[in-house]
């Protein structure tokens, strides 16, 4: 069977291109740019990679349906204009299974928790998760309606080595980081409680390969993915300083006295849309239907992203 990966060269497709390739799958990766995935493999120098830009290329799609896929991995679509693009064009055609991937932030507040991926009402509280959870109820609907052949995962907050992971204030900013690498005293907000949900990228690309091998249990289905525990604001901090050999020093601020410790008002909105969220998920559901085991946990991801921070020379350890 031929399947097509869109945006398989990032996070998760640096993991399920290898896993596509060693089941025997015809795997064709659509890039914008011939960017090299995050971990290498022997797969990565034999798949068949396209150039190709669904935003620029008004042909993106008459290429796509040229390739004749059997299933496709849709990994970076953000508007639901593109998801009805694909429903319309492959609705009639050999297309047996479409993967879409949404994201947790199509929750909002919590209320209730562990968070219920089929829940029937979503409050996103940002445009981002506005738009994937449009595209979640057109597609449902495809499905009930017509038997549109799709899955949908919504993944956690993608981490591992490579790429920028969100940090025990909530958000990119390599300072609060280095600084517990130094030693120095931290601020956390309110009392630290909030919880982030790092998940490896291996990981997730899991649950998208083992939709695809069970598929009759996938279709019409929404999945988290998730690792099996998550980690409060605290904790992490906790984490780290322990990491780097040094007794924790945290303090805790109030918001707006956070915010100004802080600094930096567009991380500070980076921080409110991560900890405002601050929901629990379990992973009952995929280990029923799909099998699914998480590789990593929590703690192993963050290990491993800031092994990485390191190794790159982001963050500079005192010898």
């Keep these: 069977m031929k399947v097509v990966v869109i945006g398989g060269a990032g996070h998760i ?8 390739m060693k089941a025997g799958y015809e795997t064709v990766v659509i890039t914008r740019s011939m960017s090299q995935p995050y971990e290498d493999c022997p797969e990565w120098h034999r798949v068949e990679r396209v150039l190709m830009d669904r935003e620029k290329d008004p042909q993106f799609i008459d290429k796509l349906k040229a390739m004749q896929p059997d299933i496709i991995v849709d990994l970076v679509n953000f508007n639901v204009a593109e998801t009805r ?17 949404s994201s947790c932030w199509t929750h909002g507040l919590s209320e209730v928790v562990p968070l219920d991926p089929d829940a029937v009402v979503k409050a996103p509280i940002d445009d981002y998760g506005k738009d994937k959870l449009a595209s979640e109820l057109y597609l449902k609907e495809q499905y009930r309606q017509h038997g549109f052949p799709v899955t949908i995962v919504m993944p956690g907050q993608i981490s591992g080595p490579g790429w920028t992971i969100i940090n025990p204030w909530g958000n990119t900013s390599m300072r609060v980081i280095q600084d517990i690498a130094d030693g120095k005293e931290i601020a956390l907000p309110n009392f630290g409680q909030e919880l982030l949900h790092h998940v490896h990228g291996h990981d997730v690309a899991q649950v998208f390969f083992l939709a695809i091998t069970h598929r009759n249990q996938a279709l019409g289905e929404v999945f988290d993915a998730q690792a099996t525990t998550h980690i409060t604001l605290y904790g992490f901090a906790k984490h780290l300083f322990e990491y780097f050999g040094h007794e924790p020093r945290i303090k805790f601020l109030p918001w707006p006295e956070w915010c100004e410790y802080e600094g930096n008002p567009e991380e500070c909105e980076h921080t409110y849309l991560h900890i405002a969220r601050s929901g629990a998920f379990n992973i009952d559901k995929e280990r029923r239907l799909l099998g699914y085991q998480p590789k990593y946990t929590c703690l192993e991801t963050i290990d491993l992203a ?14």
């Design 13 to 20: 497709g640096t993991y399920l291109v290898p896993m596509l």
């Design 85 to 101: 693009k694909i429903v319309e064009n492959f609705k009639d055609s050999r297309l047996s299974h479409y993967l879409y991937c």
């Design 306 to 319: 800031v092994k990485s921070y390191i190794d790159r020379g982001l963050i500079k350890v005192k010898e």
